[in-house]
């Protein structure tokens, strides 16, 4: 019987192995004894030595134990261990991508410092594909796909991804964007993107229109607040004093852009103008304290004053000529 189901069983276990033999007058027999050794070569061939000559032929279940005092993998065919895990000295294939035939090479580590968990996504490519080629604008540092089904496949509905964005010195410039599928299932677009100069593009937005006022303020740390209009965010609300002589004392000019070489004319007034005049409340400044932009919504109330104070000078007036 031997071996059966990982459990040996002696060939004369019938008669209660050799000692019920001998109860019974049963000899030892060579050929009994044959067929128990060839039991036993058959049970020491299907085990696996601890020097490595027997290597597994099927699965190995571990009935809920673990495999301990493990050495450190250095190959991807390995155990990796929970320690080179976690300090990043053995990378699973599938966190450790390397040419993916695109032209880009990509490296993942992970540095633990002070118990903080840093991941880092390196990508390196060039002419010659590999290890430590220098980056160039364009390359897809790294991609990810959130996937719906349509039937037949996995196709993108999100994508999001970093680049780089021109030439690495010390730092890399980089560039993100987040891209959705359209509506009709047809086209993936993108609807965010921050470039190296910190642009920020919103392609979406230009496209959704509207007859109500402009009510976004960026402020110069590239906050963006809500512009608001309503007594319950206002305090130590008080009548306006400056008026007329405040408005005949601005300077309206005319201006091309310097970031604008189309020759476009614009037409406006100047921030420090008014910071100098003292209208400082209609004066944005930057994080130095210096005069950067006009708001020029709130000028709105100075202009109502301006025509209130006029209106009463001609009510005056008429009054006068009787």
Not at 218 to 232: D, E, H, K, N, P
Not at 243 to 271: C, H
Request: hydrophobic share 30%; aromatic share 8%.
């Amino acid at each position: 019987m031997g071996w059966s189901g990982g459990s040996y069983t002696k060939g004369n276990s019938a008669t209660g192995g050799w000692s019920g033999d001998a109860s019974l007058g049963i000899g030892i027999e060579a050929g009994r004894h044959d067929t128990q050794d060839d039991d036993f070569a058959s049970g020491i061939d299907n085990c696996i030595a601890k020097d490595g000559q027997n290597s597994a032929t099927a699965n190995l279940p571990m009935g809920g134990f673990k495999h301990t005092g493990a050495a450190d993998a250095s190959s991807n065919d390995e155990y990796t261990t929970q320690g080179q895990l976690r300090d990043g000295s053995f990378r699973p294939k599938f966190l450790n991508p390397e040419y993916v035939g695109d032209g880009t090479f990509y490296k993942n580590t992970t540095v633990y410092n002070g118990g903080t968990a840093v991941e880092r996504i390196n990508s390196s490519k060039s002419t010659t594909v590999g290890v430590n080629t220098t980056s160039v604008s364009g390359d897809t540092i790294q991609r990810w796909d959130l996937q719906g089904y349509n039937g037949t496949d996995y196709v993108r509905a999100v994508e999001i991804a970093g680049r780089v964005n021109g030439t690495p010195g010390t730092v890399c410039p980089g560039e993100f964007y987040v891209r959705v599928g359209d509506s009709t299932g047809t086209v993936i677009n993108t609807a965010f993107q921050i470039l190296a100069d910190l642009t920020t593009s919103l392609p979406g937005v230009y496209a959704k229109t509207t007859a109500n006022a402009a009510n976004v303020f960026v402020a110069s740390g590239g906050l963006m607040y809500r512009s608001t209009s309503s007594l319950q965010y206002k305090k130590n609300v008080q009548p306006m004093t400056t008026g007329l002589e405040a408005v005949k004392q601005l300077k309206p000019v005319t201006f091309n852009e310097k970031s604008d070489d189309s020759g476009k004319l614009f037409a406006g007034l100047i921030a420090e103008d008014l910071d100098k005049q003292g209208l400082k409340e209609y004066v944005s400044y930057d994080e130095e304290g210096k005069p950067d932009a006009i708001h020029y919504g709130n000028l709105v109330a100075l202009a109502f004053k301006a025509i209130q104070e006029l209106e009463a000078k001609v009510a005056s007036l008429e009054a006068q000529l009787g």
